[in-house]
């Protein structure tokens, strides 16, 4: 059975800083990695996925995500902060054999303080 | 939003009331999916509809009924609920389920059991 975990609730950041919001997956076969970002009163919107090929993903927003297979990692990064990226992350996986749904993590709320 | 409509975006319901959400994809999509979330708790997947046949159904309550008509459209007919149903309700669709595909989100139904 597939599970994610995100170790963090909460990261501060300033902004302008680096931000990683970290995830660790487990998956059988192959992983298909995805996050997401919820604002306030909103539905998730999908930031980046990997599915195969470069382990360094870029996505919306200035985003990118590296995916680590050693160490069952995917984490979010972005190499300077605005105070519009505070919301909360989710990282999902799903397995590349047929049927498999999505499995979310817990969410991560990113704060980037001004 | 993202080409995923939800309405009524708020419900507020007594627990001997019958209500019906409603969902809308307008991406072509193949798969519909119910989502609960709720405070302090990981997205809960509901249902699962992969080509309007129901394919997952995770145990949720018999009080909460699905259907899907078509591919673009989902509903969740709710009977008699209880207050700790009151949540977030997210419908999502993707092309295919399980093929690696993103998901999409609506903007979701706030609704609150009385």
């Known amino acids: 059975a597939q599970s994610v975990a995100q170790p963090e609730d909460q990261v501060n950041v300033a902004e302008g800083n680096p931000l990683t919001v970290k995830c660790t997956y487990s998956?059988?076969?192959?992983?298909?990695l995805f996050w997401y970002v919820q604002y306030p009163n909103r539905g998730l919107q999908f930031l980046l996925k990997?599915?195969?090929?470069?382990?360094l993903v870029k996505g919306s927003y200035g985003f990118e995500a590296e995916f680590n297979k050693s160490q069952t990692s995917f984490h979010l990064k972005k190499p300077s902060a605005l105070v519009s990226d505070s919301a909360l992350y989710f990282c999902?996986?799903?397995?590349?054999?047929?049927?498999?749904?999505?499995?979310f993590g817990p969410g991560t709320r990113l704060s980037v303080l001004p | 939003e993202t080409g995923v409509t939800q309405t009524p975006r708020h419900l507020v319901m007594g627990m001997t009331n019958k209500k019906s959400l409603k969902c809308e994809q307008h991406?072509?999509?193949?798969?519909m999916y119910w989502y609960k979330q709720s405070a302090k708790k990981p997205l809960e997947l509901m249902f699962v509809?992969?080509?309007?046949?129901?394919?997952e159904n995770n145990s949720v309550p018999s009080r909460f009924s699905p259907e899907c008509p078509n591919s673009s459209h989902l509903f969740l007919h709710l009977h008699t609920l209880q207050p700790e149903d009151s949540a977030l309700y997210l419908c999502?669709?993707?092309?295919?389920?399980?093929?690696?595909?993103?998901?999409?989100f609506g903007p979701g139904t706030r609704l609150t059991v009385l």
């Open positions: 999902a996986v799903s397995g590349d054999n047929y049927g498999q749904n999505f499995v």
């Open positions: 509809y992969n080509f309007k046949e129901q394919t």
């Open positions: 990997y599915i195969t090929g470069d382990n």
């Open positions: 999502a669709s993707s092309q295919e389920r399980g093929r690696g595909g993103e998901q999409f």
């Open positions: 991406l072509g999509h193949n798969a």
């Open positions: 998956v059988s076969g192959n992983p298909y």
